[in-house]
Structure formats: structure tokens, C-alpha cells
T-cell receptor, first 109, second 114 residues
Framework: GDSVTQMEGPVTLSEEAFLTINCTYT??????LFWYVQYPGEGLQLLLK?????DKGSNKGFEATYRKETTSFHLEKGSVQVSDSAVYFC????????FGKGTRLHILP | KAGVTQTPRYLIKTRGQQVTLSCSPI?????VSWYQQTPGQGLQFLFE???????NKGNFPGRFSGRQFSNSRSEMNVSTLELGDSALYLC?????????????FGPGTRLTVL
């Protein structure tokens, strides 16, 4: 069945560092791909999405490109801030939505 | 437009009891999904309802059940609670079922089973 694999955390970076969180997927159909973010004590918020191959989703300085050839949707940000500290979930939706296990990100000032 | 609301936000129960959680989707959204989030297992899909019918179901025992009302509000029930049911229960809504749009999540209900 469909699945999502993302890098395990926690990931700890200094402020202004470059961020990459890897995400790969397996799917039989043509899913949409998402990154969700969960701040402490809150529910999930959509960060960005891409609905077809080669689409790039972007929001708040974060970007991810839907790569069908490598079945990947890696999350990147050029310069992270302390306020980016959160748990990030990669997900796909074909019929059901399937989440990766989440990557906890700590940004040090 | 108001977001997804969940009540209660926090709940403490003891083993063997039952619990009912409520979710009100965004106005106009007809699909409601439920997830269990725990540190060990991450986010696990429980079930999805659309137009008062269960469309999809995850791999949870029959103690977990749900329903959806004609106004799209949904409830989730867990009977004979076990310690392992302690988790954050998240509800998410979307306009339709079975498409590729994102889901909008509520803040969750934190259930603690003692």
C-alpha cells in the first residue's frame, strides 16, 4: 500500500542555517503531496502542497518539489528561525491521507 | 470562516470507561476524518466520514467507532478504555471526500486514561 518515509529527528540547527528534511513516498496512483507543521500544543497546519509532478509548493520561506522520478518531496528552507521549531509531517493523499512519522526540528538562537 | 473545532480539549478517564469526542468541521465541509497521535506511533488514521457514511477505516479495534450527523458534525466514541488509548485525537475536515485537497485540522482532544 501507499506509504511515506521521512527522516527521523530530532534535527537541531542554529538560526540562519539551511534546512532539509527528506521525504520519500510509495504510491500506486498519482497522489497530492503535503507538508504539515505542528507547533507545541496545537493541531496540524498545512505548510505547503503540490498536486502533480514537478510542482513546487512554497510558503513562509519553505519549499518542496514533487519529484516523481525519485518519489520524493523534500522540505527545504534557506535560513531557519527559532520560530520554525516544530514537528514537520510529510503526507500524501490519493484517497486516504497517509502521514510520515514526523520530524522534530529544534532551532537554537 | 471558523476553523475546525473539537470538544473537549482535555479529558481524563479511567480504564474501562467510555468516552465521546466531538468535532465540528469548517462550514461547508462534508468530509471528516479522525486520527490518533501518540509519540510512539505518530499519526494513525482512524476513519473518515462523508455524508453520514463511513468511507474508510484504519486498523483499530471495534472499540473505536464514530458517526457523522446531517450537519456534518462528527463524534468519535471509544469504549472500554485502555491505558494505551491515551493520545491526542485529531479531527480534520475537507470539502469533499476522495480528492487530493488538503485537510484542515482541529486543535485536538488530549485524552488521558488512568
Amino acid at each position: 500500500g501507499d506509504s511515506v518515509t521521512q527522516m527521523e529527528g530530532p534535527v537541531t540547527l542554529s538560526e540562519e542555517a539551511f534546512l532539509t528534511i527528506n521525504c520519500t513516498y510509495t504510491a500506486t496512483g498519482y497522489p497530492s503531496l503535503f507538508w504539515y507543521v505542528q507547533y507545541p500544543g496545537e493541531g496540524l497546519q498545512l505548510l505547503l502542497k503540490a498536486t502533480k509532478a514537478d510542482d513546487k509548493g512554497s510558503n513562509k520561506g519553505f519549499e518542496a518539489t514533487y519529484r516523481k522520478e525519485t518519489t520524493s518531496f523534500h522540505l527545504e528552507k534557506g535560513s531557519v528561525q527559532v520560530s520554525d521549531s516544530a514537528v514537520y509531517f510529510c503526507a500524501l493523499r490519493d484517497d486516504k491521507i497517509i502521514f510520515g512519522k514526523g520530524t522534530r526540528l529544534h532551532i537554537l538562537p | 470562516k471558523a476553523g475546525v473545532t473539537q470538544t473537549p480539549r482535555y479529558l481524563i478517564k479511567t480504564r474501562g470507561q467510555q468516552v465521546t469526542l466531538s468535532c465540528s468541521p469548517i462550514s461547508g465541509h462534508r468530509s471528516v476524518s479522525w486520527y490518533q497521535q501518540t509519540p510512539g506511533q505518530g499519526l494513525q488514521f482512524l476513519f473518515e466520514y462523508f455524508s453520514e457514511t463511513q468511507r474508510n477505516k484504519g486498523n483499530f479495534p471495534g472499540r473505536f467507532s464514530g458517526r457523522q450527523f446531517s450537519n456534518s458534525r462528527s463524534e468519535m466514541n471509544v469504549s472500554t478504555l485502555e491505558l494505551g488509548d491515551s493520545a491526542l485525537y485529531l479531527c480534520a475536515s475537507s470539502p469533499r471526500a476522495g480528492d487530493n485537497n488538503e485537510q484542515f485540522f482541529g486543535p485536538g482532544t488530549r485524552l488521558t486514561v488512568l
